[in-house]
């Protein structure tokens, strides 16, 4: 779940090869992976062995994290389209069983510099260790300026609040300067004010309220509730993918956000008070800091996994209920007690395979709509496999009358289930696709206890839109995201095979066979 030059050819040939070898699979290594209907005999439900053995390989250190961009991500589509030509599905790419994403990795050059000057000295800040600039807000935002320079002015927590009895923004004369504020919850407020001073919803909060006062940049250095966060992004922030075709201004005139950054508070640091922590006050610090931003871009192509299992009924079988997953990662991190792979066994480990397994049965058991099986790369990126898939379909999109997603499938309570997409979808549109899996799921032997907390466009969490499914939802695609929620290994190196519940994920597994299954077989669309 998403909190950016390949040689063209020779990865294409390596991908459709090891799609036709059929009959033996490896996990990345060449070590040889039986093939599902092997493991599994045909019509039997989804089973926690099948899923176990599958989720081991493909979060295997052998995979480093799967990053987009990287020849990990290449191996696992490579692992996918092995399994799917040994289960006998029909390719769907515009290659084989792959799909071409055009994409570019957009890094920092050397002439990207932060420099603190307070009139007698000048200090360089350390690019990753000290401050990293934020180069995007997202798909479809405003970029951030790319040179700033300007008086430093200490702004405390950035913080407006009667309750707390803080008005930080109105101490300080903010305009033009480069604000400087901590990322953070004060000291001595309430455990339940923490909570929320240091999440991730009022990162943006704190942004909200400071771009009206048209600062040149917004420095948010985080203290020691949020410095976690920054250590488990940092990386991320200067690996920054992009589509291939998106355009970039060399103009700051056309940017009109100002430069944002991100950084850590640390004592003695020049964009701090000389006091702090004990002096937090806002003020203006009598230095001036300048910064210049310069990025390069370098072209690659990816791979969207893409197979369909061809309906019964004639008259319904150009129609599809597409099944989804991300089999992409964030790759290698910064070292923790010695482990530095993200190995992303739930993120999304637990989808990619359930989604195999349930390729699987819908071979033995086909609805009379074909099935449509999508394993997206680029999500950690900012969707971008399903971004180019939905419109760059390889099926036409208004033949796909649903959309089931499976991300984070195999954590948590083992009777909870979160349900994404009744509520949030807009117009709607995946309401009565909603009331097929409460139908499905209440003739279960043992149903899920469904939570719908997270089924919401404005929930804080954003859990709508951070997965796959968004993107089909914005094409007017019913769609429902399966998901068993966050936790503390959520994009850390801990997330490891070894703490899936296989038990809980083979029912997630087979609700999501059993809900698609449904749809394929209604003779209406889900409206």
Partial sequence: MKSNLAARSVVLVALTCAACRGGRATDGSGAVVSPARSGAPAGRDIVPSELQRDVYAFAADSFRGRETGTPDARRAAAFLADRLMSLGLEPAGDSMYVQ??????????????????????SRALRLGDDISPLLSLGPGAPEPKRFASG????????????????????????????VVIIHGAPPNVDAKAKEQLEGQPELGARLGRLMPFHPAAIVLLMNEGTRAFYQQIVTELQRVVVPRDQYETTSDEERPLPMILLGVAKAGSPLLPSGWPRDERPQALARRFTAQVETARDPFTAYNVVAVVRGTEPKLNKTYVAFGAHYDHIGVQPPVDGDSIANGADDDGSGSMAMLAVARRLVASPPRRSALLVWHVGEEKGLLGSAYFTQHPTVPIDSVVAQLNADMIGRNAPEQLYIVGPSAAPNGQSRMLGKI???????????????????APDHPEQIYQRSDHYNYARQG????????GLHADYHRVSDDASKIDYEKLARVANLIFETGKAVGNRSSRPR
């Fill in 477 to 484: 695609v019913p769609i429902v995201f399966f998901t068993t």
């Fill in 437 to 455: 899996v409460d139908s499905v799921n209440a003739a279960l032997p043992r149903p899920f206890v469904i939570d719908r907390e997270l089924d």
């Fill in 151 to 178: 008086d430093v002015v200490f702004a405390g927590y950035g913080l407006q609040s009667k309750t707390l009895g803080r008005d930080d923004l109105s101490k300080v004369d903010l305009v033009g300067k480069v």
């Fill in 100 to 121: 071409r994403v055009p994409l570019s990795k957009q890094r920092l050059t050397p002439n990207t510099r932060f420099v603190v000057t307070d009139g007698r000295s």
